[in-house]
């Protein structure tokens, strides 16, 4: 049971826009750390995507975006391509735990 | 460029000894915290640890605390995971990556390791 809570699974058709939810509480996300998103494409190493719930890195795409409001946060992605087939992540700082904490992972469908 | 470099794939039996490594380069390595996370086979990321390179204050998450060890030489630049007694749980993924400002960025490449008799 993974402290911040996403949906297993999303889908969606190429060219579409799919939203993935990511459900904290008062002692992380709600206590107004920032979230963080990762990609995982499949058999690579996470990457870095969204930083501080709504920044993205130098060479992200600006077709992936973020946000937060209260305890959860969401990340966007508009014009989907067959590319962005992968895992999704958030993560964020817990108050009783120290150095971060993960969601237990999305898997992005394009169909 | 930034870059964590892993050690390779390795395979174990229950009971052995192993010790793998995290190689960074293209920054300061005593700037910035270095965590392990574990992936298990289809399942998610899971922090196991950090530590500070600068003076190897290290911290667990519970899941993991008395498990494994994490350590740094900063002489070399390379950070450790390692386990006294394998089990074949621990069969996994095991990624580094450099944490700053709560998040995690970049990572190595992981190290697959299998524990099977």
């Known amino acids: 049971q993974s402290v911040l809570t996403q949906p297993p699974s999303v889908s969606g058709a190429p060219g579409q826009r799919v939203t993935i939810s990511c459900t904290g509480s008062?002692?992380?996300?709600?206590?107004?750390?920032?979230v963080q998103w990762y990609q995982q494409l499949p058999k690579t190493a996470p990457k870095l995507l969204i930083y501080?719930?709504?920044n993205r890195p130098s060479g992200v795409t600006d077709r992936f975006s973020g946000s937060r409001s209260g305890a959860s946060a969401s990340l966007a992605i508009t014009g989907l391509q067959a590319e962005d087939e992968a895992d999704y992540y958030c993560?964020?700082?817990?108050?009783?735990?120290?150095?971060?904490?993960f969601g237990g992972g999305t898997k992005l469908t394009v169909l | 460029e930034v870059q964590l470099v892993q050690s390779g794939a390795e395979v174990k039996r229950p009971g052995e000894s192993l010790k793998i490594s995290c190689k960074a380069s293209?920054?300061?390595?005593?700037?910035?915290?270095i965590g392990w996370v574990r992936q298990m086979a289809g399942k998610g990321l899971e922090l196991m640890g950090v530590?500070?390179?600068?003076?190897?204050?290290?911290r667990y998450s519970p899941t993991f605390e008395g498990q494994v060890t994490i350590s740094a030489d900063k002489s070399i630049t390379t950070a450790y995971l390692q386990w006294s007694s394998l089990e074949a749980s621990d069969t996994a993924m095991y990624y580094c990556?450099?944490?700053?400002?709560?998040?995690?960025?970049?990572w190595g490449q992981g190290s697959l390791v299998i524990v099977s008799s």
């Open positions: 293209g920054y300061n390595f005593t700037n910035n915290w």
């Open positions: 501080d719930d709504d």
């Open positions: 993560q964020s700082y817990d108050d009783g735990l120290f150095g971060g904490v």
């Open positions: 008062t002692s992380n996300i709600g206590a107004g750390h920032g």
């Open positions: 990556a450099i944490v700053a400002g709560g998040r995690f960025d970049p």
């Open positions: 530590i500070d390179p600068k003076d190897s204050d290290t």
